[in-house]
């Protein structure tokens, strides 16, 4: 079936959470979905029905006259409506045995269980939104933080979208002057167009790619979090650190040196940062391969992150310096800050950037989360303004592609290539930038982006 045929039959979701609750809502879209579910409403409900208008009715089964329950329900005629289909809302008790029956009465009744994302998927389809303001929503459902909140507003309130439209009018007016040179060459010069405005156009976007590529750092610790990597030598005091940070015993804390081996990541919120602690195996020569595949993995993990934590207790800091110089060589870290652990067994004198830190007794915990939250804010700060940035991979990814195809355009540009071949490197980077916003794409790109919704968006 195509998309289009599936796109118009009636589904029906649960789209508020599941588990216990004053009122839920049960959201319905599609052909016919008006028609479908008025007979299942108290025929006390009146035909003339507004749309868009919240009225007090009863769900009951049009069989047995059975009353399901008392409900509030509002119609909404398409276009105008989130999925831009003829769609409605019941907001009926929110048990979970109710939505049940409520949801059970639909699917006797022609309407059928909608897929994860498919009202959004839907939305999308009927042009109510593109591929970016998608994303922003399932972001914006996610959100947790204060950070993730700015990034899904950037991209639900379409500035995304309007940075990639920007870039793509540039381009495309550079392969519509092309395009002009190839078929009408200036007269009696035909052996040499002038492609400098197509030059100076493809700069341009190129530039204003870099910049929006550049911006996938900040715009990935918006969304995602930061990635803090917890790094030193066995017994240092890491997954100690890691559960006090958590609040909760989540690694397994032993003085036997070499615990973790494998390593483990959770989310958590410091003053409504979100970041995201690895804790890793320790690092030191070991016979055990498992531990030795450990140590590797934490350094590769170590170089990936945006923080790295190096943890030396207080009691070895006889010389530390060394040490961490050598594993900042080594790992050339995005960002790191040496910490001291175990300050309540020895108060040596640590270098001036260092933090102490004891978890045992949160001595300079304040200091060492304030400087937690400082690293989060030099990635998130500026990103208020109106500057636009990238935050999915997905979105990275093709602005790499963009940037490529400009790449190449330039270098055969320079090698004299035929204006043809020109034009197919832009027509290469303009697709690239459509992709983003879903104006072109194929399938599987839409499968990824609203298989990660939940049922009922
Ligand atoms: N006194 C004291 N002991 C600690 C502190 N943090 C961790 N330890 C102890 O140091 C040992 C190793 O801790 P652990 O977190 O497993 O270290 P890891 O190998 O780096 O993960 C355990 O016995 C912990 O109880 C601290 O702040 N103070
Ligand atoms: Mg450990």
Not at 57 to 79: C, H, N, R, W, Y
Not at 161 to 178: P, S, V
Not at 269 to 289: K, Q, V, Y
Not at 439 to 455: A, H, W
Request: aromatic residues 6%.
């Amino acid at each position: 079936m195509s998309e289009s045929v599936l796109a118009a039959q009636p589904i029906a979701a649960l789209a508020t959470g599941p588990g216990a609750a004053a009122v839920a809502m049960i959201r319905i879209s599609g052909v016919g979905s008006h028609q479908l579910l008025r007979p299942c409403l108290a025929a006390s409900a009146e035909q003339n029905w507004p749309h868009r208008e919240l009225r007090l009715t009863s769900v009951v089964d049009p069989e047995s006259k059975e009353l399901i329950d008392d409900a509030m329900v509002v119609f909404f005629q398409g276009p105008r409506s989130y999925t831009g289909e003829d769609s409605a809302e019941i907001h009926c008790h929110g048990g979970p045995y109710v939505v049940r029956r409520v949801l059970e009465l639909l699917y006797r009744h022609g309407i059928r269980a909608a897929e994860p994302g498919e009202f959004t998927r839907r939305a999308f389809l009927n042009g109510k939104l593109d591929l970016t303001e998608a994303e922003g929503i399932k972001a914006l459902v996610d959100a947790q933080s204060h950070q993730q909140w700015l990034a899904a507003r950037h991209l639900t309130t379409g500035r995304l979208r309007a940075a990639i439209d920007e870039l793509r009018t540039i381009l495309i007016g550079a392969l519509a002057y092309l395009a002009a040179q190839i078929d009408f060459p200036d007269e009696g010069d035909t052996a040499h167009l002038n492609l400098d405005p197509v030059r100076q156009r493809v700069n341009q976007a190129g530039a204003a790619i870099k910049t929006l590529i550049g911006s996938y750092d900040d715009g990935r610790v918006a969304s995602q979090g930061l990635s803090v990597a917890l790094f030193g030598a066995p017994n240092a005091g890491k997954s100690t650190l890691m559960n006090e940070l958590l609040g909760r015993e989540r690694a397994i804390v032993t003085a036997i040196a070499g615990t973790t081996r494998d390593y483990l990541e959770e989310s958590c919120l410091i003053e409504g940062r979100l970041l995201r602690l690895i804790d890793m195996a320790g690092i030191r020569e070991s016979a055990d391969p498992i531990e030795a595949m450990g140590v590797e993995t934490a350094r590769r993990l170590a170089r990936e992150a945006d923080l790295v934590l190096f943890l030396v207790p207080a009691d070895q800091l006889s010389d530390p310096t060394t040490q961490i110089d050598q594993w900042i060589a080594e790992l050339s870290p995005r960002a790191h800050l040496c910490i001291a652990t175990k300050i309540d067994l020895a108060q040596p004198i640590w270098p001036g950037a260092w933090l102490g830190i004891s978890s045992h007794t949160a001595a300079g915990m304040t200091e060492f989360k304030a400087a937690l939250t400082a690293q989060v804010d030099n990635h998130v700060g500026h990103l208020t303004g109106e500057q636009a940035f990238v935050t999915s991979a997905r979105q990275a990814n093709a602005l790499r592609n963009a940037s490529e195809g400009l790449a190449r355009f330039n270098a055969a540009d320079t090698a004299g290539a035929y204006e043809e071949l020109l034009a197919f490197e832009l027509q290469q980077a303009v697709s690239a930038l459509k992709g983003i916003i879903g104006e072109v794409g194929t399938e599987d790109i839409l499968d990824k982006v609203f298989g990660d919704f939940c049922v009922g968006k």
